[in-house]
C-alpha cells in the first residue's frame, strides 16, 4: 500500500538571537537566518517563446512528412483494403524527423543567444522530447530525488555548515562499524551481563567494533567537531553525563556513520539479515525495481507504542521512537536536525542557575527523568523525526513511501502536534504524518531512505507491552533495560 501525499509543515525558524542571552548558532552578526524559500525561475516570455517555436517546428515537419507519404509513389502499390499496412509504413516516412528538426532549428531560431542560448542548449531541449519511456531515469524517476533542505537554511547556519563538512552521499552504503560507549573502557567492566552483550556485539563478523570511554569520546568530539565551537559549548554545558552520552551517539554516527547501540542490548540476529538489506527488502515489499545496497540510509525502531489512556505515565510519546539502536549513514539529516535542536536548547533555553530547561513552552527541572526524554532522548528524536518525514512529503513530489501494513483499530485516540484528526495509517492531504500511521505495525514501514522498523525489532523477545502479533524475524536486538544510562545521571 502507498501513502497518499500529505500536508507539510514548516520548519521552526532557526535561531536569530533575539537578545544578548540568545546564542547565534551562526558564525556572522546581524545575519537573517530565516529560510529563504525563492527560486530562480526563467522569466515568462522566454519560456512562452521556446515552446511556441517548438511546437510549430514538430507540427511543420510532421505534417510534412505525411502529405510526402501520401504523395510517394509507393502507395498505389499499398492496398487501402489494408490500413495496417499504411500504418506500418509511416515510421519509415518520419523516422528522420529528429534529424530534420536539427538541421531545421538553427536555420529557423532567432540568433538572439539571449532568447533561446546556443545551438548546444537548443539542440538538447529538442533532445528532451524524445524520452524513453522504458529509461529508468525517465521523469517520474526523477521526481523521486530527495533534494536536501538544507539549502533552504542561511549558509552559516548551523546546519549548512554541518551539511557542508559532512556532505549526505545517497550512493553511499552504511558503515559496518559498530559504535558502543561507556563511562570506563572494557578492562575496568565487571558486570558479566554487560559483558555478555558486548561480546554478541564484537562477534559480528565483517563489522569493525568500537567501545568508547568517556575520555575517549571528549577526544573525538573536540578532533571532529573542532570547527565548531557552539557545539563544543554544547557538550561542555550539558550538566549530566547522560545528556553527553545521548549528544555522542548523534555526533559520532553523524560524522562516521554506522550503527549505535546502548551497552545493555544483546544482538539476536546477524546485522547481514536486518531488513535494510536488499534481499530482504524485497522480502518485505520496501525496495525499488533495482534493490541497492545503498538504498537506505537510516534504520530506526519502534521504542513504546501503547493504546491506553494512561500512555503518558509509561512513555513520553504516544509512538516513541527507539535511539538505544541506530543504524545511518555518514552526514544523516535526521541526525544533523536532532544535533541542532540539542544545541539550541542547551544554549538557549537552558538555564544553569535556575537549573531548569525550556522545552516547547514548558519547563524541566534536572530532578526530572522527563527532562532527559525531551531534551537529548526519545522525545526529541521522535520529534525531529517526525518533522523530518513530514518535510520531505511537502517538498517531494512522488516520494517513495512503502507500507505493507493493515490499517490499525485504535481504541484510544490522542492529539498532538502531529496528529490534530483521525487518521489512519495512510497519510491524507492535510493531515500530517505522526503516530498514527505507525501504530500496530507488524511489517517496516519505508519513506525515502528512512527505515523504520516494527516495535519486536529492537525491543526483543517476549516484551508485554507488544499486545499485537509480530513476526519474528524481524527480532533483532534485545533490549534489556537494565538501567544503565540511570547510573549516569
Same mark, same amino acid.
Given at each position: 500500500m502507498f501513502f497518499k501525499k500529505g500536508f507539510g509543515f514548516v520548519l521552526d525558524?532557526?535561531?536569530?538571537s533575539p537578545s544578548s542571552t540568545k546564542f547565534n548558532l551562526h558564525r556572522g552578526n546581524g545575519i537573517n537566518l530565516q529560510p529563504n524559500w525563492n527560486f530562480t525561475k526563467p522569466t515568462l516570455s522566454k519560456l512562452i517563446s521556446k515552446r511556441i517555436l517548438i511546437i510549430l517546428i514538430i507540427s511543420v515537419i510532421v505534417i510534412s512528412s505525411i502529405i510526402n507519404f501520401l504523395n510517394n509513389s509507393n502507395i498505389n502499390n499499398i492496398s487501402i483494403d489494408n490500413p495496417i499496412e499504411i500504418i506500418n509504413e509511416l515510421p519509415n516516412s518520419i523516422s528522420s524527423v529528429k534529424d530534420q528538426m536539427n538541421n531545421l532549428l538553427p536555420k529557423t531560431s532567432p540568433s538572439n543567444s539571449n532568447n533561446l542560448g546556443d545551438d548546444k542548449e537548443r539542440l538538447k531541449d529538442i533532445d528532451d522530447l524524445f524520452v524513453d519511456t522504458d529509461n529508468p531515469t525517465s521523469t517520474e524517476d526523477k521526481s523521486r530525488l530527495f533534494k536536501d533542505y538544507v539549502e533552504n537554511y542561511h549558509p552559516e547556519d548551523l546546519r549548512s555548515r554541518l551539511a557542508s563538512s559532512f556532505p549526505y552521499d545517497r550512493n553511499s552504503i552504511i558503515?559496518?562499524?559498530?559504535?558502543?560507549?561507556?563511562?570506563?573502557?572494557?578492562?575496568?567492566?565487571?558486570?558479566?551481563?554487560?559483558?555478555?552483550?558486548?561480546?554478541?556485539?564484537?562477534?559480528?563478523?565483517?563489522?569493525? &567494533?568500537? /567501545?568508547?570511554?568517556?575520555? +575517549?569520546? !571528549?577526544?573525538? =568530539?573536540?578532533?571532529?567537531?573542532?570547527?565548531?565551537?557552539? @557545539?563544543?559549548?554544547?557538550?561542555?554545558?550539558?550538566?549530566?553525563?547522560?545528556?553527553?552520552?545521548?549528544?555522542?551517539?548523534?555526533?559520532?554516527?553523524?560524522?562516521?556513520?554506522?550503527?549505535y547501540t546502548d551497552i545493555d542490548t544483546f544482538r539476536i540476529?546477524?546485522?547481514?539479515?536486518?531488513?535494510?538489506?536488499?534481499?530482504?527488502?524485497?522480502? &518485505?515489499? /520496501?525496495?525499488?525495481?533495482? +534493490?541497492? !545496497?545503498?538504498? =537506505?540510509?537510516?534504520?530506526?525502531?519502534?521504542?513504546?507504542? @501503547?493504546?491506553?489512556?494512561?500512555?503518558?505515565?509509561?512513555?513520553?510519546?504516544?509512538?516513541?521512537?527507539?535511539?538505544?539502536?541506530?543504524?545511518?549513514?555518514?552526514?544523516?539529516?535526521v541526525l544533523r536536525e536532532v544535533i541542532y535542536r540539542i544545541v539550541d536548547l542547551t544554549l538557549n533555553e537552558y538555564n544553569p542557575k535556575l537549573?531548569?530547561?525550556?522545552?516547547?513552552?514548558?519547563?524541566?527541572?534536572?530532578?526530572?527523568?522527563?527532562?532527559?526524554?525531551?531534551?537529548?532522548?526519545?522525545?526529541?528524536?521522535?520529534?525531529?523525526?517526525?518533522?523530518?518525514?513530514?518535510?520531505?512529503?511537502?517538498?517531494?513530489?512522488?516520494?517513495?513511501?512503502?507500507?505493507d501494513n493493515?490499517?490499525?483499530?485504535?481504541?484510544?485516540?490522542?492529539?498532538?502536534?502531529?496528529?490534530?484528526?483521525?487518521?489512519?495509517?495512510?497519510i491524507t492531504k492535510d493531515l500530517m504524518i505522526g503516530w498514527q500511521n505507525f501504530t500496530k505495525m507488524d511489517k517496516p514501514i519505508r519513506i525515502d531512505d528512512v527505515l523504520i522498523l516494527p516495535i519486536n525489532s529492537f525491543n526483543g523477545i517476549d516484551n508485554p507491552e507488544i499486545s499485537y502479533e509480530t513476526d519474528i524475524e524481524l527480532n533483532y536486538v534485545k533490549h534489556e533495560f537494565q538501567g544503565t544510562w540511570k547510573s549516569l545521571v
Open positions: 525558524s532557526p535561531v536569530t558503515p559496518k562499524k559498530i559504535w558502543q560507549t561507556w563511562k570506563d573502557n572494557s578492562d575496568k567492566i565487571n558486570d558479566d551481563k554487560i559483558l555478555k552483550n558486548i561480546k554478541s556485539w564484537k562477534s559480528q563478523q565483517n563489522y569493525e &567494533y568500537n /567501545l568508547l570511554d568517556d575520555k +575517549s569520546i !571528549e577526544s573525538l =568530539i573536540i578532533d571532529t567537531y573542532i570547527d565548531f565551537p557552539e @557545539i563544543l559549548k554544547t557538550y561542555e554545558k550539558l550538566p549530566l553525563n547522560i545528556l553527553r552520552f545521548d549528544l555522542s551517539r548523534y555526533l559520532i554516527l553523524y560524522a562516521f556513520g554506522g550503527l540476529r546477524d546485522i547481514n539479515y536486518w531488513a535494510d538489506v536488499p534481499e530482504f527488502l524485497k522480502k &518485505y515489499k /520496501l525496495s525499488l525495481e533495482n +534493490s541497492q !545496497e545503498n538504498e =537506505i540510509g537510516l534504520l530506526l525502531g519502534i521504542e513504546g507504542d @501503547i493504546d491506553k489512556v494512561d500512555w503518558k505515565f509509561r512513555i513520553s510519546r504516544r509512538v516513541q521512537l527507539c535511539q538505544w539502536t541506530l543504524k545511518a549513514k555518514k552526514g544523516h539529516p537549573n531548569h530547561v525550556k522545552i516547547n513552552k514548558e519547563y524541566f527541572t534536572l530532578h526530572s527523568i522527563y527532562t532527559i526524554l525531551e531534551w537529548t532522548g526519545p522525545a526529541l528524536f521522535t520529534d525531529v523525526t517526525f518533522k523530518h518525514l513530514n518535510k520531505l512529503n511537502s517538498e517531494v513530489e512522488n516520494l517513495v513511501i512503502l507500507n493493515e490499517n490499525p483499530q485504535i481504541k484510544h485516540l490522542t492529539f498532538d502536534s502531529f496528529h490534530q484528526d483521525r487518521n489512519s495509517v495512510d
